[in-house]
């Protein structure tokens, strides 16, 4: 899925151009604050926004100067090849240039830019300047199927050598009419544009005019239908990377093998009902009555591979057919680009820890980019700050987690990419177990248990209070919560009791409420009965927010007035220290390792 841009504007001398960016590239205007008057967003540190950007994978156009960007994701640089464009654009919109990302979209992006201005796109990529051509970035509906070849192959023409292009689809390959071309019997650079599989050594394009449908019983051996196809492109001798997508009937949205398939080929997935299948049934070299009574379409393979190519295609390879599988191919007459069908839909449960955008991981950050939609409890999505902008939300109260969980599911069951928003880690007092408990149970719709749910760690209460504090889960804990909606209150105490026999550092999330104030009150009793009354305890409010607030107090000397739902307690073990540093107290669960070094301890090993 494209992930689409976000256009930065740092200052009103650039607002201007930053709209008129915006408003040629469809894309969201994100203003600094006090500086820029109207923005989609707003935020308050130019260098950490477009970081965040940068680590989502989101494409950044800014209305700065170049040096700007240049130290804002600096320190993120790694690999060029998964690394989102970033544009700057002169104020009075003169000038665009493609700092990074130029293979990636970014000199295409800069020119698109450039051209909606009335501008200069300041591309330096050798291939574009030069040969106006960029090999390893083919247009769509186009891919580069030996990309280990592309760079020498670009140093061989920027050193003089010509082209030669050659192969059964060099006619719909006008796009590399650009390069300068061999006489016959000069030094040359032989480029193929073919379906067939790469010849050794030969820098080789496939137009993705090709649609693989197929089919599958329930529970199928994925290695059986990926021999399957894989039988079926050698018998055709087509490449896999001439391929533009895989399709299926919806009802195998989550067959493993089909799944597993997609991933092997680096393949979209695309899926279609029933009805839309059975559409395609006079175009059927194969129709079965058996397949229409089993799931109300005439074909699976062929039909799905004819959707997805479009109403001017053909089979390639009628279906073929293994004990539990089936595949077919058809061909469009030119590149594909445009994928027919929907997505497999998917809920990313996301933990965007306590709130700073700091403490939120890459990846969750990524997710949201990605997103269709964002649902969960308003107060997290705020925490989102800009990256939720534009975003179509679902917000939902406290005391609604099931509908809220539910209402993911299905819209994701629609075929859209939803971010399920947790504070914290979702896996932790969160959403997550009860997505997969809803799933689990079988009362949702047949379509809504078959969406993709991933998940994304955050940094949960218990580590950002730790680290706060010290190192005080340096040795063995817990975490346990006093709410007795969905816990008897004996279940609760229960734990406590073992907890506290066992002299665990113990994590008590939800320790009161407006109605709940006398749990935390009893679990300190019981602790008292097992643990010295001057044992520390943290008491951290609001973490990684601006109100966060950090107290210790002695075990003994804990009072229930004092602690907020905000508030996460840590209660030490009787091992648990506090050290006097510069900077405050700083609490500490050894765990042994200075004994060992004086010799007191077995050798573990």
């Not at 040629?24 to 950490?48: I, S």
């Not at 998917?346 to 269709?372: M, Y």
């Not at 643990?531 to 003994?556: F, I, M, Q």
Request: with cysteine; hydrophobic share 45%.
């Amino acid at each position: 899925m494209a992930v689409t841009p976000v256009v930065l504007a740092l200052s009103r001398s650039g607002e201007a151009t930053a709209r008129r960016v915006a408003a040629a590239m469809g894309a969201p205007v994100h203003g600094r604050e006090g500086r820029v008057e109207k923005a989609d967003a707003f935020f308050a540190n130019a260098l950490d926004h477009a970081r965040e950007l940068f680590a989502a994978g989101i494409p950044i156009i800014g209305i700065c100067a170049s040096g700007i960007l240049i130290r804002a994701v600096a320190p993120l640089l790694a690999d060029k090849r998964a690394e989102p464009p970033v544009l700057s654009v002169s104020d009075d919109g003169a000038v665009v240039v493609p700092l990074l990302g130029g293979h990636r979209g970014a000199n295409r992006l800069a020119r698109q830019i450039a051209e909606a201005l009335g501008g200069t796109a300041a591309v330096t990529t050798a291939g574009d300047v030069a040969l106006g051509v960029a090999l390893d970035e083919p247009p769509e509906g186009w891919v580069l199927g030996t990309p280990d070849l592309a760079k020498d192959a670009m140093a061989a023409l920027l050193s003089g050598v010509r082209a030669r292009i050659d192969g059964d689809e060099a006619r719909r390959a006008g796009w590399l009419n650009e390069l300068p071309m061999a006489a016959p019997g000069e030094p040359e650079v032989l480029i193929e544009a073919t379906t067939a599989p790469p010849a050794a050594g030969v820098l080789t394009f496939h137009p993705q005019r090709m649609t693989l449908g197929v089919g599958c019983a329930r529970g199928c051996p994925p290695e059986e239908l990926e021999a399957l196809v894989m039988g079926a492109l050698e018998a055709a001798e087509l490449a896999p990377g001439a391929l533009k997508g895989l399709f299926t009937l919806d009802l195998k949205a989550d067959e493993p093998a089909v799944y597993a398939l997609a991933g092997k080929l680096g393949l979209p997935l695309r899926l279609f009902g029933a009805a839309e299948l059975e559409a395609e049934t006079p175009r059927l070299e194969n129709p079965s009555d058996v397949v229409f009574a089993e799931v109300g379409c005439h074909g699976v393979a062929e039909a799905a591979a004819l959707a997805g190519a479009g109403p001017e295609a053909f089979l390639g390879s009628p279906k073929i057919k293994s004990a539990n599988a089936t595949c077919a191919l058809a061909f469009a007459p030119e590149p594909i680009t445009e994928l027919h069908g929907r997505p497999r839909g998917r809920v990313a449960l996301v933990g965007i820890g306590p709130g700073q955008a700091a403490w939120r991981t890459p990846e969750a950050s990524r997710l949201i980019a990605e997103a269709d939609e964002l649902v969960g409890y308003g107060l997290y999505i705020d925490l989102l700050g800009p990256l939720a902008a534009g975003k179509p939300r679902h917000d939902f109260p406290l005391g609604g987690e099931e509908a809220r969980c539910r209402f993911a599911l299905e819209r994701a069951a629609e075929g859209r990419r939803v971010a399920l928003i947790c504070s914290g880690d979702a896996g932790i007092y969160a959403m997550g177990a009860l997505v997969f408990e809803l799933l689990d149970r079988g009362d949702l719709p047949d379509a809504a248990r078959r969406v993709q749910v991933i998940s994304a760690p955050g940094v949960s209460a218990l580590q950002a209070a730790a680290a706060r504090a010290g190192a005080p889960l340096g040795h063995d804990f817990c975490a346990i919560s006093l709410s007795d909606l969905l816990t008897p209150r004996e279940d609760i105490l229960r734990r406590v009791r073992a907890a506290a026999q066992g002299d665990f550092v113990i994590a008590l999330y939800n320790p009161v409420s407006k109605r709940r104030r006398d749990l935390l009150a009893l679990a300190r009793d019981i602790l008292l009965e097992h643990r010295p009354a001057e044992c520390p305890v943290l008491l951290a409010t609001s973490l990684g927010r601006p109100e966060e607030h950090l107290r210790y107090r002695r075990l003994d000397a804990l009072e229930v007035n004092e602690v907020d739902m905000l508030t996460v307690v840590l209660v030490g073990s009787s091992a648990t220290r506090l050290w006097a540093s510069g900077e405050g107290p700083r609490m500490y669960t050894p765990r042994g390792y200075a004994r060992k070094m004086d010799g007191d301890l077995p050798d573990a090993g």
